[in-house]
DNA sequence: AAAAGCCCTTCACTTAAGTTAAAAAACGCA
DNA sequence: TGCGTTTTTTAACTTAAGTGAAGGGCTTTT
């Protein structure tokens, strides 16, 4: 587990043994049953989540409705707008399946950056990737319609759809459930 | 035009003499005319650019349509996917009046960033708020029909109803111009 | 084992967006 | 000002998503 970090931060810095031991004594590592709740509605929080293992989903209940914006899987990070703008969250955080995550807190980043300038530089690249790449997805959600968005997804991200609840995968799509039934029966009728 | 530059760095770090000379001997600002083309797709490029007055738009061609995905007004801040990730553009960056720019390229970023540690914490802290406000902004767009963006608009962009021509607006909505036509006609039905 | 709950699918019906075409309005420039 | 182009509106028709309801297959609970 250790070393998918290392590997993962090597992306984007190179870390000493020093830098790395300091990293490792910040007891980042969090084993999380399926069904935690990691964020709620309301709730002020300082804590990003970085997957190691499983899978977040972050939603909203709007209209008693669960819609589902997003999910992180294997080696994605999750900052929530409310830790950025220090506001109650808008949304809840939820771990679909048993998990591994690293969390750490924004105290905890602001001390570290300043004790190596490194970290700080990792930050801004993760961060301006992360911020191209959604860019990317917002922009194709946009210019698609729900069916282009499904294929899209079966091409992009197939794992999400064998482990992810067909409900939710709708309301990520922007459609209800019963649209995608139907919109994935209308494709394998094409198919056949 | 340079305190305007100023005031919204200090909202970030607060800078001194020396470092308010280093940005302003970069040769930064520029005029551009209504119409000019930023970037083209296919193209590669390094630039960013920070609207200091005016309007950008960015847009895809697909299926010889235009798709337009975002527009940028004063004080908002773009840095194109294909300048991350070093990848030809996918889209187009327009002008769509006449704007004073700033355009800034990565190599100049890296050299002030190595110079002056500050402007690297300026970016991360820019990066990490825009991420989390374009999530806000995705998010709002999945879970919500074109009506309700574009009343959301109405509210939170209303200058951009102004500025903007109404089919550009419709694809940054994501619908045909003539489902906004209609759907504006049924809204001015509603009020009255 | 029966009951309850949840999830997915299906169906009939409603509503709204896409499409195609044409007319009306606004704009740009000579 | 006037002509030509672009943009917006309107309309009729098609297609697909939303809605409400019902049924079937699972799993969980009692």
Known sequence: MQNLLFDFIAKYVSLNDDEKNAILSLDLFHSVK??????KEGQTSKNSYFVLKGCIRTYY????????????????ALTPPCVINQT???YYISCIEDCILLV????????????F???????????EELLAKQRIDF???????????YLNLLEKRPDLIQRV???????????KPQSLSRLRARIFEKKT
């Open 88 to 90: 109650p969250s808008e």
């Open 165 to 175: 609840p067909q409900h939710q995968l709708a309301s990520y799509l922007g459609i």
């Open 61 to 76: 209940i709007l209209d008693c409705e669960e819609k589902t914006t997003a999910f992180h899987t294997e080696m994605e």
């Open 104 to 115: 750490s807190n924004s105290d905890m980043e602001v001390e570290v950056n300043n004790k």
């Open 34 to 39: 399926k069904g935690t709740i990691l964020l």
């Open 139 to 149: 922009d194709a959600f946009k210019t698609s319609s729900p069916e282009q968005r």
């Open 117 to 127: 300038p490194k970290f700080e530089i990792m930050c801004r690249k993760l961060s």
